[in-house]
């Protein structure tokens, strides 16, 4: 059963950096696309940033494009989501979720799609 620990979660002030990681144990992500999804206190599920299963396909919300950067280390059995130029608006609960895939380089914001997820980590962005 994949499971996943996530952190790097806090309080930063505007502008500020973190970065998110999505630690799995239970199974290998080689055979998995990943995705960071996020919900803000009533707001809907959204997609933030996914990646392929070989790391070559991304995809961003227009949102976070040019300030957030999703990566993946096999090695570790990680994903990383790096966030700079924090706004208050990115303030959420951040999901990773993961979705097997055949395609390794299929990426998706479908939420239905993606079967494991992590418990959240709180990101607020605030001065």
């Known amino acids: 059963q994949l499971r996943f620990v996530e952190s790097g979660g806090g309080l930063v002030q505007p502008g500020g950096s973190l970065r998110l990681s999505c630690a799995a144990s239970g199974s290998t992500l080689d055979y998995f696309a990943m995705c960071w999804f996020r919900q803000a206190p009533g707001k809907e599920l959204t997609g933030v940033s996914c990646?392929?299963?070989?790391?070559?396909?991304?995809n961003y919300a227009d949102s976070v494009k040019g300030r957030f950067t999703i990566s993946r280390d096999s090695a570790k059995n990680t994903v990383y989501l790096q966030m700079n130029n924090l706004k208050p608006e990115d303030t959420a609960v951040y999901y990773c979720?993961?979705?097997?895939?055949?395609?390794?380089?299929?990426?998706?914001?479908?939420?239905?799609?993606?079967?494991?997820w992590g418990q959240g980590t709180q990101v607020t962005v605030s001065s």
């Open positions: 979720a993961a979705a097997k895939q055949y395609d390794p380089d299929y990426v998706s914001f479908r939420e239905g799609e993606y079967d494991y």
């Open positions: 990646i392929s299963r070989s790391g070559g396909s991304t």
